[in-house]
Nanobody, 124 residues
């Protein structure tokens, strides 16, 4: 079994900063892309930022210039640094990873794995 454990969410005032972390653990052969999605109340889940094993990144237009994403491949961990936060950034943030992981009964297979989500609230 592979798990993604997120941390770092919470309440912050507009203009403030937060850093989210997500660590993958379990039977992992390799991880290609890791990223963060978010879902606000009444809205669909959307991509916030992603990074592949080579370090190439992709950001939603709404967060460009404010958020950065990085990863530690040795630790299978991805980070999201969020600066200049706005009330519209309020959402549950989900970690996502794609790679070869152990699937009981079948061996290593390419799968997409999700974290449980961490709430980010931007409010004064």
């Amino acid at each position: 079994q592979v798990q993604l454990v997120e941390s770092g969410g919470g309440l912050v005032q507009p203009g403030g900063s937060l850093r989210l972390s997500c660590a993958a653990s379990g039977s992992i052969d390799s991880i290609n892309a890791m990223g963060w999605y978010r879902q606000a109340p009444g809205k669909e889940r959307e991509l916030v930022a992603a990074i592949n094993s080579g370090g190439s990144t992709n950001f939603a237009d709404s967060v460009k210039g404010r958020f950065t994403i990085s990863r530690d491949n040795a630790k299978n961990t991805v980070y999201l640094q969020m600066n200049s936060l706005k009330p519209e950034d309020t959402a549950v943030y989900y970690c996502n990873a794609e790679g070869r992981v152990w699937v009981p009964g079948t061996g290593y297979r390419y799968r997409e794995v999700w974290g449980q989500g961490t709430l980010v609230t931007v409010s004064s």
